[in-house]
Structures are given as structure tokens and as C-alpha cells.
């Protein structure tokens, strides 16, 4: 039996917000192994204080070093918020489309009016998405700065022990 016209529209018009449900969770999933990267660093950069302050490490320059870990640390906070704050954005994003889907399906259900909350949920939605990206995007470059800094920490270090400075 063929589709009728309208549910095969209903369906044309549920797919959409199925496609930001998809590329949603991708996001979902690549900030989650992000923020899993973040907090093991934090744990490691926990450790190699605690050791260095208990004089439990043959590292040279056992200062400068819990200098320089105090300030990763502070780094890792502030991304690790930025990846918070992205992953809520995501996940309500997803919501939203959700919504989305489930106020179209019941539109042609029951037959109201509700035309007006799918747009206005997935405006919402995408909205969402957007800040998230943009969230994310401030944390890619809080990576690569912490990134520069550990290059110029290990430069440092190795011109003090080559006696450069």
C-alpha cells in the first residue's frame, strides 16, 4: 500500500532533525574523549607533583617544575569548564531535537496546530549547537596554547641544563 501524501511529508519533515540528532551525538562523543583527555592529564599532572613535592622524583629543577604544573593545572580547569559547558549545550541541543521530531509526529497524529513548536525547538536547537561549536572551538585553542607552553617549558629547561640560561 503506497505512502499518502502527507505522512510521507511528516516523515521528509521528521528526517532533518534526525540528521542534527546524528552529527549532535557525534559532537557528544568526540567532546566526551576530550574531556576524558583532560581529566587524565589532570590525575597525571596530580601525580608528578605530589611526587616532586614529596622529593620523590629524580627530576632536576623540582621548582620550576611545580611552577610549571600549577599552571597547567589552572589551564586544564578552565577547558575542562569550556568542555562542560559544551557538553550541556550539546546535550539539550539533542533535546531539542528530539523535540522536534516527537511535536511533528504528534502534529499529524492528533491533527492541532502545533506547526509553530518544531521550527521554534529546532531554531532552539541548532542555536545550541552553535554556541556548543563555539565553545569547542575555544577549547581547541586552549589546547594547542597549553601545548606551546609545554614546548617552551622543555626548551627552557634544556637551555639551563646546557648552561644557555
Not at 576524558?36 to 632536576?60: A, F, P, T, W
Not at 491533527?111 to 513548536?117: E, H, K, P, Q, R
Request: aromatic share 4%; charged share 20%.
Amino acid at each position: 500500500m503506497p505512502i499518502a501524501p502527507p505522512n510521507y511529508s511528516t516523515l521528509t519533515a521528521m528526517i532533518t532533525p534526525a540528521l542534527f540528532m546524528t552529527a549532535t551525538g557525534s559532537l557528544i562523543i568526540s567532546t566526551s574523549n576530550r574531556m576524558s583527555r583532560i581529566v587524565d592529564r589532570i590525575r597525571q599532572l596530580n601525580e608528578q607533583g605530589d611526587s616532586l613535592s614529596r622529593g620523590k622524583s629524580d627530576l632536576d629543577f623540582p621548582a620550576e617544575r611545580l611552577e610549571h604544573i600549577a599552571a597547567q593545572l589552572d589551564r586544564l580547569v578552565r577547558r575542562s569548564d569550556r568542555i562542560r559547558q559544551a557538553l550541556t549545550l550539546l546535550y539539550l541541543a539533542l533535546a531539542l531535537f528530539v523535540g522536534t521530531s516527537l511535536t511533528t509526529a504528534i502534529h499529524v497524529l492528533i491533527g492541532s496546530d502545533v506547526l509553530a513548536m518544531p521550527t521554534a525547538l529546532a531554531i532552539a536547537g541548532v542555536t545550541l549547537l552553535l554556541l556548543a561549536s563555539v565553545q569547542l572551538t575555544r577549547e581547541a585553542h586552549a589546547a594547542l596554547g597549553g601545548n606551546q607552553l609545554e614546548i617552551d617549558f622543555y626548551k627552557a629547561l634544556r637551555r639551563r641544563r646546557t648552561g644557555g640560561g
